[in-house]
């Protein structure tokens, strides 16, 4: 059977989130929606800084409550107090990472 190529868009990806506390690490996950971003492209969004590649990359969540347990809408308010968050941030920018090693491991 040949294969078949597709363009993908976008794409899931679990994040893992690790928020300090009290000397250790509490780990919580929500699933991005990522920007199937391309190979010349993504060498650019590196040299970007992390609030570019992750305007970039991060079309949308689920699974992400506010404090008061409310589903955390995906809109531009909330997209900048992510931001401003560096353990989201690297989170984010680890899953993104992981989401492209594991495409090259597997080949």
Request: aromatic residues 14%; glycine residues 10%.
């Amino acid at each position: 059977m040949a294969l078949v190529f597709k363009k993908i868009a976008d794409y899931e990806w679990p994040v893992k989130v690790k928020i300090p506390n009290k000397g250790k690490y509490i780990e919580s996950t929500f699933t991005a929606t990522f920007k199937n971003v391309g190979r010349k492209s993504f060498n650019d969004l590196i040299e970007g800084g992390d609030d570019n590649f992750v305007k970039t990359v991060l079309l949308g969540w689920s699974g992400l409550n506010d404090e008061d347990g409310s589903v955390l809408e995906f809109n531009d308010e909330n997209f900048e107090a992510i931001l401003d968050n560096q353990f989201y941030v690297t989170g984010i920018i680890a899953a993104y990472g992981e989401s492209m090693q594991g495409a090259l491991a597997k080949n």
